[in-house]
Protein backbone atom coordinates (compact mmCIF):
# COMPACT_ATOMS: atom_id res chain seq x y z
CA UNK A 1 0.00 0.00 0.00
CA UNK A 2 2.60 2.39 0.84
CA UNK A 3 4.83 1.78 -2.51
CA UNK A 4 1.35 2.44 -4.37
CA UNK A 5 1.15 5.83 -2.09
CA UNK A 6 4.89 6.66 -3.27
CA UNK A 7 4.40 5.95 -7.27
CA UNK A 8 1.23 7.81 -7.22
CA UNK A 9 2.98 10.71 -5.38
CA UNK A 10 5.87 9.88 -7.39
CA UNK A 11 4.05 9.92 -10.96
CA UNK A 12 2.02 13.23 -10.08
CA UNK A 13 5.54 15.25 -9.04
CA UNK A 14 7.38 13.71 -12.05
CA UNK A 15 4.35 15.10 -14.59
CA UNK A 16 4.91 18.72 -13.13
CA UNK A 17 8.56 18.56 -13.78
CA UNK A 18 8.12 17.02 -16.92
CA UNK A 19 5.52 19.38 -18.25
CA UNK A 20 7.17 22.81 -17.17
CA UNK A 21 10.43 21.62 -18.85
CA UNK A 22 8.33 20.99 -22.17
CA UNK A 23 7.40 24.46 -21.63
CA UNK A 24 10.65 25.93 -22.03
CA UNK A 25 12.25 26.48 -25.96
CA UNK A 26 13.71 25.64 -28.02
CA UNK A 27 10.42 23.34 -27.81
CA UNK A 28 7.46 25.71 -28.90
CA UNK A 29 5.33 24.38 -26.47
CA UNK A 30 5.09 26.83 -23.83
CA UNK A 31 1.69 26.72 -23.47
CA UNK A 32 2.20 23.82 -21.07
CA UNK A 33 3.43 25.69 -18.12
CA UNK A 34 -0.36 26.68 -18.11
CA UNK A 35 -0.76 23.05 -16.02
CA UNK A 36 2.64 22.58 -15.29
CA UNK A 37 2.00 22.99 -11.80
CA UNK A 38 -1.44 21.20 -11.70
CA UNK A 39 -0.27 17.60 -10.36
CA UNK A 40 1.79 19.34 -8.07
CA UNK A 41 -1.36 21.39 -6.41
CA UNK A 42 -2.89 18.02 -6.55
CA UNK A 43 0.19 16.36 -4.85
CA UNK A 44 0.38 18.51 -2.55
CA UNK A 45 -3.67 17.61 -1.24
CA UNK A 46 -2.35 14.65 -0.90
CA UNK A 47 0.44 15.26 1.60
CA UNK A 48 0.45 15.56 5.22
CA UNK A 49 3.19 17.19 6.84
CA UNK A 50 6.01 19.22 5.30
CA UNK A 51 8.88 16.37 5.30
CA UNK A 52 6.65 15.24 2.67
CA UNK A 53 6.51 18.40 0.65
CA UNK A 54 9.97 18.85 0.49
CA UNK A 55 9.99 14.92 -0.78
CA UNK A 56 7.90 15.39 -3.43
CA UNK A 57 8.45 18.92 -4.09
CA UNK A 58 11.84 18.33 -4.63
CA UNK A 59 11.26 15.29 -7.33
CA UNK A 60 9.51 17.67 -9.27
CA UNK A 61 11.67 20.55 -9.25
CA UNK A 62 14.72 17.88 -10.08
CA UNK A 63 13.64 16.69 -13.09
CA UNK A 64 12.23 20.67 -14.52
CA UNK A 65 15.71 21.37 -13.64
CA UNK A 66 17.37 18.38 -15.22
CA UNK A 67 15.69 18.60 -18.18
CA UNK A 68 16.10 22.18 -18.72
CA UNK A 69 19.36 22.74 -17.61
CA UNK A 70 21.29 19.69 -18.64
CA UNK A 71 23.68 21.59 -21.24
CA UNK A 72 24.76 23.86 -18.24
CA UNK A 73 27.83 20.78 -18.13
CA UNK A 74 29.02 21.13 -21.81
CA UNK A 75 29.09 17.71 -22.02
CA UNK A 76 32.13 17.18 -24.59
CA UNK A 77 35.43 15.96 -24.64
CA UNK A 78 36.95 19.51 -24.56
CA UNK A 79 34.32 20.43 -21.52
CA UNK A 80 36.44 21.58 -18.11
CA UNK A 81 35.75 19.04 -15.54
CA UNK A 82 34.52 21.80 -13.17
CA UNK A 83 31.44 22.63 -15.12
CA UNK A 84 30.24 19.43 -15.47
CA UNK A 85 30.63 18.89 -11.76
CA UNK A 86 29.02 22.72 -11.45
CA UNK A 87 26.28 21.07 -13.91
CA UNK A 88 25.39 18.43 -11.66
CA UNK A 89 25.59 20.61 -8.18
CA UNK A 90 23.56 22.73 -9.82
CA UNK A 91 20.50 20.44 -11.21
CA UNK A 92 20.79 18.58 -7.47
CA UNK A 93 20.95 21.86 -5.26
CA UNK A 94 18.96 24.17 -7.16
CA UNK A 95 15.62 22.01 -6.69
CA UNK A 96 15.26 22.90 -2.68
CA UNK A 97 15.07 26.82 -3.41
CA UNK A 98 11.30 25.74 -4.87
CA UNK A 99 10.73 24.34 -1.77
CA UNK A 100 9.85 28.23 -1.04
CA UNK A 101 7.04 28.75 -2.19
CA UNK A 102 5.54 25.75 -1.83
CA UNK A 103 6.07 25.70 2.10
CA UNK A 104 4.18 29.21 1.99
CA UNK A 105 1.33 27.67 -0.19
CA UNK A 106 0.91 24.65 1.90
CA UNK A 107 1.56 27.16 5.28
CA UNK A 108 -1.71 28.79 4.57
CA UNK A 109 -3.83 25.95 3.54
CA UNK A 110 -2.85 23.82 6.79
CA UNK A 111 -3.39 26.76 9.06
CA UNK A 112 -6.09 29.04 7.08
CA UNK A 113 -8.29 26.62 4.94
CA UNK A 114 -10.62 28.22 2.58
CA UNK A 115 -9.19 28.90 -0.67
CA UNK A 116 -6.37 31.63 0.65
CA UNK A 117 -4.01 29.49 -0.49
CA UNK A 118 -5.35 28.66 -4.36
CA UNK A 119 -5.51 32.71 -4.25
CA UNK A 120 -1.81 33.59 -2.87
CA UNK A 121 -0.03 31.20 -4.67
CA UNK A 122 0.49 33.24 -7.92
CA UNK A 123 1.80 36.15 -5.49
CA UNK A 124 4.12 33.94 -3.49
CA UNK A 125 5.65 32.18 -6.36
CA UNK A 126 6.37 35.28 -8.29
CA UNK A 127 7.86 37.00 -5.35
CA UNK A 128 9.59 34.24 -5.16
CA UNK A 129 11.47 34.12 -8.80
CA UNK A 130 12.36 37.77 -7.76
CA UNK A 131 14.17 37.19 -4.26
CA UNK A 132 15.91 34.14 -6.18
CA UNK A 133 17.36 36.83 -8.55
CA UNK A 134 18.75 39.15 -5.75
CA UNK A 135 21.76 37.25 -4.21
CA UNK A 136 25.08 36.36 -5.47
CA UNK A 137 24.08 32.71 -5.82
CA UNK A 138 21.41 33.65 -7.88
CA UNK A 139 20.77 31.46 -11.00
CA UNK A 140 17.20 32.97 -12.49
CA UNK A 141 16.97 31.22 -15.48
CA UNK A 142 13.73 29.26 -14.89
CA UNK A 143 11.29 32.14 -14.31
CA UNK A 144 8.17 30.44 -15.87
CA UNK A 145 7.36 33.46 -17.99
CA UNK A 146 10.30 32.59 -19.93
CA UNK A 147 8.36 29.80 -21.37
CA UNK A 148 6.08 32.27 -23.46
CA UNK A 149 8.78 33.77 -26.07
CA UNK A 150 7.30 32.48 -28.83
CA UNK A 151 4.23 33.98 -28.57
CA UNK A 152 4.75 37.05 -29.50
CA UNK A 153 1.06 38.82 -29.08
CA UNK A 154 1.01 37.03 -25.79
CA UNK A 155 3.63 39.06 -24.41
CA UNK A 156 3.42 42.58 -25.28
CA UNK A 157 1.97 43.54 -22.13
CA UNK A 158 5.11 42.75 -20.18
CA UNK A 159 5.65 46.21 -21.17
CA UNK A 160 3.98 47.42 -18.02
CA UNK A 161 4.12 44.59 -15.73
CA UNK A 162 7.63 43.14 -16.56
CA UNK A 163 8.63 39.53 -16.91
CA UNK A 164 7.36 38.58 -13.25
CA UNK A 165 3.61 39.73 -14.28
CA UNK A 166 3.96 37.44 -17.30
CA UNK A 167 4.71 34.33 -14.37
CA UNK A 168 1.80 35.47 -12.37
CA UNK A 169 -0.52 35.20 -15.34
CA UNK A 170 1.12 31.45 -16.03
CA UNK A 171 0.86 30.81 -12.54
CA UNK A 172 -3.08 31.99 -11.61
CA UNK A 173 -4.30 30.35 -14.74
CA UNK A 174 -2.46 26.89 -13.30
CA UNK A 175 -4.28 27.73 -10.28
CA UNK A 176 -7.72 27.91 -12.36
CA UNK A 177 -7.06 24.90 -14.10
CA UNK A 178 -6.69 23.16 -10.84
CA UNK A 179 -10.17 24.04 -9.93
CA UNK A 180 -11.60 22.84 -12.91
CA UNK A 181 -10.16 19.47 -12.27
CA UNK A 182 -10.65 19.46 -8.85
CA UNK A 183 -14.53 20.01 -9.74
CA UNK A 184 -14.51 17.58 -12.32
CA UNK A 185 -13.05 14.60 -9.82
CA UNK A 186 -15.38 16.02 -7.25
CA UNK A 187 -18.70 15.79 -9.23
CA UNK A 188 -16.93 12.62 -11.04
CA UNK A 189 -18.76 14.47 -14.06
CA UNK A 190 -16.44 15.25 -17.14
CA UNK A 191 -18.75 17.34 -18.17
CA UNK A 192 -19.56 19.47 -14.75
CA UNK A 193 -20.73 22.66 -15.48
CA UNK A 194 -18.72 24.20 -12.49
CA UNK A 195 -15.77 22.79 -14.58
CA UNK A 196 -16.51 24.46 -17.34
CA UNK A 197 -16.86 27.79 -15.79
CA UNK A 198 -13.83 27.54 -14.26
CA UNK A 199 -11.85 26.44 -18.01
CA UNK A 200 -13.26 29.27 -19.20
CA UNK A 201 -12.00 31.49 -17.24
CA UNK A 202 -8.52 30.04 -17.11
CA UNK A 203 -8.59 30.01 -21.25
CA UNK A 204 -9.50 33.60 -21.40
CA UNK A 205 -6.91 34.74 -18.62
CA UNK A 206 -4.70 33.02 -20.77
CA UNK A 207 -5.58 34.34 -24.37
CA UNK A 208 -6.99 38.42 -23.18
CA UNK A 209 -3.06 39.18 -23.51
CA UNK A 210 -3.14 38.52 -27.46
CA UNK A 211 -5.88 40.81 -28.16
CA UNK A 212 -3.60 43.94 -26.86
CA UNK A 213 -0.89 42.15 -28.74
CA UNK A 214 -2.16 42.08 -31.65
CA UNK A 215 -3.19 45.23 -31.63
CA UNK A 216 0.01 46.31 -30.39
CA UNK A 217 1.84 44.37 -33.17
CA UNK A 218 -0.82 45.63 -35.96
CA UNK A 219 0.12 49.58 -35.08
CA UNK A 220 3.70 48.59 -34.91
CA UNK A 221 4.45 49.51 -38.12
CA UNK A 222 3.30 52.85 -37.97
CA UNK A 223 5.80 54.11 -35.19
CA UNK A 224 8.26 56.96 -36.65
CA UNK A 225 11.44 55.39 -35.04
CA UNK A 226 15.07 56.83 -35.86
CA UNK A 227 17.03 54.06 -37.63
CA UNK A 228 20.55 52.72 -38.16
CA UNK A 229 22.28 49.66 -39.46
CA UNK A 230 24.71 47.65 -36.92
CA UNK A 231 26.75 45.18 -37.77
CA UNK A 232 27.67 41.88 -36.18
CA UNK A 233 30.59 39.62 -36.28
CA UNK A 234 30.00 35.68 -35.53
CA UNK A 235 33.55 34.18 -35.57
CA UNK A 236 32.76 30.97 -34.32
CA UNK A 237 35.84 29.92 -32.35
CA UNK A 238 36.35 26.94 -30.30
CA UNK A 239 36.12 28.56 -26.28
CA UNK A 240 38.19 25.85 -25.28
CA UNK A 241 41.27 27.19 -27.45
CA UNK A 242 40.57 30.77 -28.41
CA UNK A 243 42.39 31.78 -25.14
CA UNK A 244 45.51 30.63 -26.97
CA UNK A 245 45.62 32.39 -29.99
CA UNK A 246 47.65 35.47 -30.04
CA UNK A 247 46.62 38.71 -29.92
CA UNK A 248 47.83 39.78 -33.28
CA UNK A 249 45.83 36.56 -34.77
CA UNK A 250 42.69 37.63 -33.13
CA UNK A 251 43.07 41.26 -34.34
CA UNK A 252 43.38 40.25 -37.51
CA UNK A 253 40.63 38.00 -37.81
CA UNK A 254 38.34 40.41 -36.47
CA UNK A 255 39.29 43.04 -38.65
CA UNK A 256 39.60 40.69 -41.48
CA UNK A 257 35.84 40.08 -41.30
CA UNK A 258 34.83 43.23 -39.83
CA UNK A 259 36.17 44.97 -43.68
CA UNK A 260 34.13 41.99 -45.51
CA UNK A 261 31.30 43.06 -43.71
CA UNK A 262 31.80 46.60 -44.64
CA UNK A 263 32.53 46.23 -48.14
CA UNK A 264 29.22 44.79 -48.61
CA UNK A 265 27.25 47.19 -46.35
CA UNK A 266 29.15 50.48 -46.00
CA UNK A 267 26.49 52.54 -44.25
CA UNK A 268 27.07 50.32 -41.52
CA UNK A 269 28.28 52.78 -38.31
CA UNK A 270 28.52 50.11 -35.40
CA UNK A 271 30.04 46.93 -35.47
CA UNK A 272 29.72 44.82 -32.87
CA UNK A 273 31.98 41.84 -31.35
CA UNK A 274 31.10 39.23 -28.85
CA UNK A 275 32.11 38.54 -25.54
CA UNK A 276 35.65 38.26 -24.69
CA UNK A 277 36.63 38.68 -28.47
CA UNK A 278 39.76 39.99 -27.45
CA UNK A 279 41.15 37.62 -24.76
CA UNK A 280 44.58 39.73 -23.73
CA UNK A 281 44.28 42.80 -21.90
CA UNK A 282 45.00 44.96 -24.52
CA UNK A 283 44.91 48.08 -23.08
CA UNK A 284 47.77 48.15 -20.86
CA UNK A 285 51.21 49.11 -22.03
CA UNK A 286 52.51 45.62 -23.17
CA UNK A 287 50.13 45.73 -25.80
CA UNK A 288 50.38 49.25 -26.87
CA UNK A 289 51.67 48.21 -30.32
CA UNK A 290 48.75 45.61 -31.58
CA UNK A 291 45.99 48.48 -29.92
CA UNK A 292 47.53 51.13 -32.21
CA UNK A 293 46.99 48.92 -35.17
CA UNK A 294 43.58 48.37 -34.29
CA UNK A 295 42.72 51.80 -33.75
CA UNK A 296 43.74 53.08 -36.86
CA UNK A 297 41.97 50.08 -38.58
CA UNK A 298 39.09 51.50 -36.97
CA UNK A 299 40.09 55.26 -38.43
CA UNK A 300 40.47 53.99 -41.94
CA UNK A 301 37.49 52.53 -42.02
CA UNK A 302 35.78 55.13 -40.26
CA UNK A 303 32.96 53.06 -38.22
CA UNK A 304 32.89 52.11 -34.51
CA UNK A 305 33.87 49.13 -33.00
CA UNK A 306 32.32 47.81 -29.26
CA UNK A 307 33.95 44.00 -28.36
CA UNK A 308 34.39 42.10 -24.96
CA UNK A 309 37.97 42.37 -23.48
CA UNK A 310 39.91 41.32 -19.96
CA UNK A 311 40.48 44.61 -18.57
CA UNK A 312 41.81 45.49 -15.17
CA UNK A 313 42.12 48.07 -12.27
CA UNK A 314 45.53 48.05 -10.68
CA UNK A 315 45.60 49.03 -6.84
CA UNK A 316 49.04 51.66 -5.54
CA UNK A 317 47.88 50.40 -2.24
CA UNK A 318 47.55 46.70 -2.09
CA UNK A 319 45.43 47.69 1.80
CA UNK A 320 43.02 49.38 -0.61
CA UNK A 321 42.19 45.98 -2.62
CA UNK A 322 39.38 43.96 -1.73
CA UNK A 323 40.28 40.09 -0.82
CA UNK A 324 39.21 38.53 -4.01
CA UNK A 325 41.13 40.34 -5.84
CA UNK A 326 44.74 39.22 -8.00
CA UNK A 327 47.82 39.27 -6.71
CA UNK A 328 50.95 39.66 -9.79
CA UNK A 329 53.83 37.27 -7.84
CA UNK A 330 56.83 38.78 -8.96
CA UNK A 331 55.49 42.41 -7.57
CA UNK A 332 53.40 41.74 -4.73
CA UNK A 333 50.95 44.10 -6.43
CA UNK A 334 46.91 43.24 -6.67
CA UNK A 335 44.71 44.12 -9.53
CA UNK A 336 41.06 43.23 -9.92
CA UNK A 337 40.07 41.65 -13.42
CA UNK A 338 36.44 42.81 -15.26
CA UNK A 339 35.07 40.81 -18.01
CA UNK A 340 34.49 43.67 -20.47
CA UNK A 341 33.28 46.02 -23.33
CA UNK A 342 34.52 48.72 -24.70
CA UNK A 343 33.45 51.46 -27.31
CA UNK A 344 36.00 52.36 -29.96
CA UNK A 345 35.50 55.51 -31.59
CA UNK A 346 36.88 56.28 -34.84
CA UNK A 347 38.92 59.84 -34.75
CA UNK A 348 38.77 59.54 -31.12
CA UNK A 349 40.72 58.38 -28.48
CA UNK A 350 38.41 57.63 -25.82
CA UNK A 351 37.72 54.35 -25.18
CA UNK A 352 34.17 53.98 -23.31
CA UNK A 353 33.93 50.69 -21.12
CA UNK A 354 31.72 48.71 -18.95
CA UNK A 355 32.18 45.79 -16.76
CA UNK A 356 30.04 43.38 -16.52
CA UNK A 357 27.78 43.63 -13.02
CA UNK A 358 26.08 39.93 -12.74
CA UNK A 359 28.67 36.98 -12.70
CA UNK A 360 27.75 33.64 -12.92
CA UNK A 361 27.68 31.49 -9.80
CA UNK A 362 30.97 29.76 -9.57
CA UNK A 363 31.64 29.89 -13.09
CA UNK A 364 32.27 33.50 -13.72
CA UNK A 365 32.85 34.23 -9.52
CA UNK A 366 32.62 32.65 -6.51
CA UNK A 367 29.68 34.17 -4.81
CA UNK A 368 30.81 36.14 -1.88
CA UNK A 369 33.85 35.83 -3.24
CA UNK A 370 35.44 38.97 -0.60
CA UNK A 371 34.40 36.71 2.48
CA UNK A 372 35.30 32.88 1.14
CA UNK A 373 38.75 33.88 -1.02
CA UNK A 374 40.72 31.29 0.22
CA UNK A 375 38.09 29.21 -1.68
CA UNK A 376 39.19 31.01 -5.11
CA UNK A 377 42.33 29.27 -5.62
CA UNK A 378 40.75 25.60 -5.40
CA UNK A 379 37.97 26.96 -7.27
CA UNK A 380 39.45 28.03 -10.44
CA UNK A 381 38.21 26.26 -13.58
CA UNK A 382 40.58 25.46 -16.26
CA UNK A 383 39.65 28.23 -18.74
CA UNK A 384 40.46 30.77 -15.70
CA UNK A 385 37.68 33.16 -16.45
CA UNK A 386 36.26 32.13 -12.46
CA UNK A 387 37.46 35.58 -10.77
CA UNK A 388 36.07 38.11 -12.31
CA UNK A 389 35.62 41.53 -10.32
CA UNK A 390 31.85 42.99 -10.39
CA UNK A 391 31.33 45.99 -12.33
CA UNK A 392 30.37 48.93 -10.31
CA UNK A 393 28.03 50.87 -12.60
CA UNK A 394 26.05 50.94 -15.58
CA UNK A 395 27.11 52.45 -18.73
CA UNK A 396 25.77 54.36 -21.17
CA UNK A 397 27.69 54.35 -24.77
CA UNK A 398 27.61 57.63 -27.00
CA UNK A 399 28.57 57.66 -30.33
CA UNK A 400 28.30 60.44 -33.37
CA UNK A 401 26.73 59.19 -36.40
CA UNK A 402 27.72 59.95 -39.60
CA UNK A 403 24.64 62.42 -40.05
CA UNK A 404 26.18 64.37 -36.49
CA UNK A 405 23.23 63.16 -34.45
CA UNK A 406 24.31 61.62 -30.95
CA UNK A 407 23.36 58.26 -30.20
CA UNK A 408 22.72 56.56 -26.87
CA UNK A 409 23.01 52.34 -26.00
CA UNK A 410 23.98 50.45 -23.39
CA UNK A 411 25.09 46.42 -23.79
CA UNK A 412 24.86 43.63 -21.15
CA UNK A 413 27.73 40.90 -21.28
CA UNK A 414 26.16 36.93 -21.40
CA UNK A 415 24.47 36.14 -18.14
CA UNK A 416 23.16 39.93 -17.70
CA UNK A 417 20.41 39.44 -20.13
CA UNK A 418 18.36 37.30 -18.20
CA UNK A 419 18.18 40.16 -15.54
CA UNK A 420 15.15 42.41 -16.50
CA UNK A 421 16.20 44.75 -13.60
CA UNK A 422 19.81 45.69 -14.97
CA UNK A 423 18.29 45.77 -18.21
CA UNK A 424 16.13 48.07 -17.26
CA UNK A 425 18.61 50.62 -16.10
CA UNK A 426 20.22 50.65 -18.88
CA UNK A 427 17.11 52.08 -20.67
CA UNK A 428 15.86 54.81 -17.92
CA UNK A 429 19.36 55.96 -17.92
CA UNK A 430 18.71 56.67 -21.68
CA UNK A 431 19.66 54.23 -23.91
CA UNK A 432 18.34 54.13 -27.65
CA UNK A 433 18.96 50.54 -28.06
CA UNK A 434 20.71 47.59 -25.99
CA UNK A 435 23.35 45.00 -27.19
CA UNK A 436 24.13 41.83 -25.63
CA UNK A 437 27.29 40.18 -26.10
CA UNK A 438 28.12 36.73 -25.19
CA UNK A 439 30.09 33.75 -25.46
CA UNK A 440 27.24 30.33 -25.36
CA UNK A 441 29.81 28.08 -27.65
CA UNK A 442 30.62 26.30 -23.89
CA UNK A 443 27.41 24.66 -24.59
CA UNK A 444 27.46 23.03 -27.69
CA UNK A 445 24.31 22.87 -30.10
CA UNK A 446 22.00 22.24 -27.11
CA UNK A 447 19.58 23.80 -25.34
CA UNK A 448 21.41 26.60 -23.98
CA UNK A 449 21.76 28.69 -26.46
CA UNK A 450 18.17 28.97 -28.19
CA UNK A 451 16.97 29.47 -24.45
CA UNK A 452 19.33 32.23 -24.17
CA UNK A 453 18.75 34.27 -27.11
CA UNK A 454 14.84 33.33 -26.59
CA UNK A 455 15.07 35.23 -23.44
CA UNK A 456 16.28 38.77 -25.30
CA UNK A 457 13.17 38.87 -26.61
CA UNK A 458 11.52 39.46 -23.09
CA UNK A 459 13.98 42.28 -22.95
CA UNK A 460 13.15 44.03 -25.72
CA UNK A 461 9.31 43.98 -25.49
CA UNK A 462 9.57 45.25 -21.75
CA UNK A 463 11.69 48.48 -22.45
CA UNK A 464 10.63 48.55 -26.55
CA UNK A 465 14.25 48.46 -27.54
CA UNK A 466 16.11 47.08 -30.49
CA UNK A 467 18.42 44.19 -29.35
CA UNK A 468 21.42 43.71 -31.34
CA UNK A 469 22.94 40.41 -29.97
CA UNK A 470 25.87 39.01 -30.89
CA UNK A 471 27.69 35.25 -29.90
CA UNK A 472 31.05 34.17 -30.76
CA UNK A 473 29.35 30.82 -31.98
CA UNK A 474 25.57 31.60 -32.16
CA UNK A 475 23.10 32.44 -32.16
CA UNK A 476 23.58 36.15 -32.71
CA UNK A 477 20.59 38.60 -34.70
CA UNK A 478 18.58 41.91 -34.69
CA UNK A 479 15.33 41.62 -32.26
CA UNK A 480 13.17 44.74 -32.88
CA UNK A 481 11.40 46.66 -29.69
CA UNK A 482 8.24 44.02 -30.02
CA UNK A 483 10.45 40.54 -30.00
CA UNK A 484 10.62 40.35 -33.55
CA UNK A 485 13.47 38.45 -35.11
CA UNK A 486 14.91 40.37 -37.89
CA UNK A 487 17.63 38.39 -38.54
CA UNK A 488 19.50 35.73 -36.98
CA UNK A 489 22.36 33.07 -37.71
CA UNK A 490 22.57 29.55 -37.09
CA UNK A 491 24.47 28.11 -34.44
CA UNK A 492 28.28 27.04 -35.33
CA UNK A 493 28.42 29.36 -38.42
CA UNK A 494 30.93 31.69 -38.58
CA UNK A 495 29.30 34.66 -40.28
CA UNK A 496 29.17 38.48 -40.42
CA UNK A 497 25.82 40.38 -40.99
CA UNK A 498 24.32 43.58 -40.93
CA UNK A 499 20.50 44.96 -40.09
CA UNK A 500 18.85 48.16 -39.44
CA UNK A 501 17.67 49.09 -36.19
CA UNK A 502 14.90 51.45 -34.50
CA UNK A 503 16.18 53.93 -32.56
CA UNK A 504 13.68 54.83 -29.13
CA UNK A 505 13.66 57.52 -26.47
CA UNK A 506 10.04 56.99 -25.25
CA UNK A 507 10.11 55.16 -21.87
CA UNK A 508 7.66 52.01 -21.23
CA UNK A 509 6.01 52.10 -18.35
CA UNK A 510 8.01 49.11 -16.44
CA UNK A 511 10.98 51.25 -17.93
CA UNK A 512 10.01 54.31 -15.42
CA UNK A 513 8.43 51.93 -12.61
CA UNK A 514 9.32 48.75 -12.57
CA UNK A 515 8.79 45.37 -11.25
CA UNK A 516 4.96 46.63 -9.58
CA UNK A 517 3.31 43.18 -9.85
CA UNK A 518 6.63 42.28 -7.44
CA UNK A 519 5.41 45.00 -4.37
CA UNK A 520 1.69 43.58 -5.02
CA UNK A 521 2.97 40.04 -4.21
CA UNK A 522 4.94 41.21 -1.28
CA UNK A 523 2.04 42.48 -0.04
CA UNK A 524 -0.39 40.22 -0.79
CA UNK A 525 1.89 37.02 0.66
CA UNK A 526 2.59 39.68 4.05
CA UNK A 527 -1.16 40.18 4.48
CA UNK A 528 -1.90 36.46 4.02
CA UNK A 529 0.59 35.32 6.05
CA UNK A 530 -0.55 38.01 9.13
CA UNK A 531 -3.97 36.60 8.62
CA UNK A 532 -3.06 33.19 8.83
CA UNK A 533 -1.20 33.41 11.95
CA UNK A 534 -4.18 35.45 13.72
CA UNK A 535 -5.97 32.55 12.99
CA UNK A 536 -3.87 30.27 13.79
CA UNK A 537 -3.58 32.32 17.43
CA UNK A 538 -7.07 32.75 17.77
CA UNK A 539 -7.60 28.62 16.97
CA UNK A 540 -4.69 28.49 19.94
CA UNK A 541 -6.76 30.83 22.51
CA UNK A 542 -9.78 29.42 22.08
CA UNK A 543 -8.63 25.65 22.20
CA UNK A 544 -6.24 27.09 26.02
CA UNK A 545 -10.08 27.90 27.28
Excluded at 68 to 84: C, I
Excluded at 112 to 134: D, M, N, V
Excluded at 246 to 270: F, N, S, W
Aim: charged share 20%.
Amino acid sequence: MKRKIFNERFLLAFVSGVLLSLSFPPLKTGFFATIGFVPLLFLIDRLENYKQLFRYSYIAFFFFNLFTLYWVGGWSKEADPFLMVGCVLLILVHPILFFLPMWFYMFIKKNYGGKLHLFIFPFAFALFEYFRSTTELAFPWLTIGNTQTYFLEKIQFIEFTGIYGLSFLILTVNVIFYLALKEIFREKNFLSKSALRYFIVGVLIYIVPDVYGVYVLKSSDEDSFKEMKVGLIQPDINPWLKWEGTLAEQLELYMGMTKDLIHREPDVELVVYPETAITYYFLLSPYRYHFNWFKSQIDSLNVAILTGFPDARFYDDPSQAPPSSHIIKDTGQRYDAYNAMGLFLPGSDKIQKYAKMILVPFGERLPYADVFHFLIEPLQWGVGISNWAKGKDTTVFEMKRRNGEIVKFSGGVCYESIYPSLIREFVKRGAQFLVVITNDSWYGNTSGPYQHFQYSILRAVENRRSIVRCANGGISGFIDPYGRVQRKTKFHEKTQMADVIRLNDEKTFYTKYGDIIVHISGFAVVLAFLFTMFKKFKIKKGLAK
